[in-house]
């Protein structure tokens, strides 16, 4: 695979060094022009060999310089409809050139050891995958941030990342998005696998968003938006602004000063220029923490109306109930990952199905009762009159459950199913990791 020296720019003809074999072609260029110069001022011979110093030196920027390919129709019809693109009008093209080869996930994997397979996942949803992550590891010196880790998220999904402080979620967002490297282990992003080489182009293709906004308070809303547009060298300013700040309802405010807004105004700015690049993948990170309700609710339906148009989502949080609400998938991580899937099937797979029941007054002889129906493994008493009775059909068995508390002279004040909640799930995991750590 030939070296990746050179990015080629978006705008016009040239290209600007990215590595330091760049940046050293560049200057000994630029060293001998001014040599050229120097010693053959006056001579006709002198225009010659500048001009001739200066072919060589594109010659070598473009064969070792990397492009920028731009999402083809075969691309489009790939990902889910109605992407943010598509619901807006794109914000603009990539470079027409032709991509630069890219390592591929086989490539890492023979660069990186693997290690054994970890977590529980259910119910994986079907379609493209957005990011895949294999047996991945991070350690700072002694310490570990995550230990082989190995999920996927597929396109339009929104998945829940969560686990308690210092789990290492932060820390795999950084990684990536190619802030950092890994350890060992092998990912991708967007099809592209992830490491140093191919950094610039998985940049390009995600977006951001950190747990604080890290806005220039002393700038308008709009003025934000430019300066990280520049930034990012894309074309179409106006445009992309306006439709970035229409998808957030923002539009109204696009003069106000960001130290004005409420910290649920600032996390839309923040959303709005997430979504400048027109992104395949958005990062949030803790994109809620702080906000009073209402705030929480606006981000919520943000997410919601991303998801809408196929936007994938990889969204860390620890409000458990937005996680419950808002992803198609969770994953809880714990330096190790403890388990993936649906609430659903993670409630399913914790916890005994059941149904509670209530009566007027408490039961003189519960065990003679319950130990006569069919379908019931066991039962315990939850408060006075209210039971839990572990079944694994509660439809089938709440019949007969009935039957049998009238046979027996009971008032039925209420029977249901018992419903855990993700927290519950939670808190069940973390606290077997605590159990073992104590």
Not at 26 to 34: C, N, P, W
Not at 239 to 268: E, F, P
Request: hydrophobic share 45%; proline share 5%.
């Amino acid at each position: 695979m030939k070296p990746q020296w050179f990015v080629r720019r978006r705008i016009g003809v040239g290209v600007r060094p990215i590595t330091w074999q760049g940046w050293a072609t560049s200057g000994g260029a630029v060293a001998l022009i001014v040599v050229a110069l120097v010693v053959l001022h006056g001579h006709a011979v002198a225009n010659v060999l500048v001009v001739a110093i200066a072919v060589a030196y594109l010659g070598v920027a473009y064969a070792t310089g990397g492009a920028h390919r731009p999402a083809t129709q075969s691309d489009l019809d790939e990902r889910l409809p109605e992407t943010f693109a598509e619901q807006s009008g794109r914000f603009g093209s990539r470079d027409g050139e032709p991509a630069a080869p890219r390592l591929t996930v086989t490539d890492i994997h023979e660069r990186l050891a693997p290690a054994a397979s970890t977590g529980d996942t259910l119910a994986t949803p079907t379609g493209p995958l957005a990011i895949d992550v294999r047996h991945l590891t991070k350690k700072f010196g002694e310490r570990t941030a995550f230990n082989d880790v190995s999920f996927d998220v597929r396109q339009g999904e929104v998945f829940g990342f969560l686990g308690p402080n210092g789990a290492g979620k932060t820390t795999m967002v950084r990684t990536l998005s190619t802030l950092i490297q890994a350890t060992s282990g092998s990912a991708s992003v967007a099809g592209i696998a992830v490491c140093e080489e191919n950094g610039v182009e998985i940049r390009q293709r995600i977006s951001v968003m950190p747990e604080v906004p890290g806005l220039y308070s002393r700038l308008s809303v709009n003025d934000n938006l430019e300066f990280f547009v520049g930034l990012y060298a894309l074309g179409d300013a106006k445009g992309r602004i306006a439709r970035a700040l229409h998808a957030v309802n923002l539009s109204t405010r696009s003069n106000d000063l960001c130290a004005s807004l409420s910290k649920g105004l600032r996390q839309r700015v923040s959303i709005a220029r997430a979504l400048l690049s027109d992104p395949e993948i958005i990062f949030l990170d803790e994109p809620t923490s702080g906000l009073d309700p209402v705030a929480t609710r606006e981000v919520s339906e943000l997410i919601e109306g991303l998801r809408s148009r196929g936007v994938t989502i990889f969204l860390t949080t620890h409000r458990l109930e937005e996680a419950e609400h808002l992803c198609d998938r969770v994953a809880i991580l714990n330096t190790t990952l403890r388990i993936v899937g649906r609430t659903s099937d993670l409630r399913q797979q914790l916890f005994q199905r059941s149904l509670l029941v209530a009566t007027l007054r408490p039961l003189d002889h519960p065990e003679m009762v319950f130990a006569s129906i069919v379908g019931v493994d066991s039962w315990k008493t939850t408060a006075e009159a209210s039971y839990e009775l572990m079944t694994p059909d509660p439809r089938a068995a709440a019949p007969e459950i009935v039957r049998a508390l009238v046979h027996a002279g009971a008032d039925v004040v209420s029977i249901a199913e018992s419903q855990h909640s993700l927290e519950d799930v939670y808190l069940q995991l973390v606290g077997e990791d605590a159990e073992v750590a104590s």
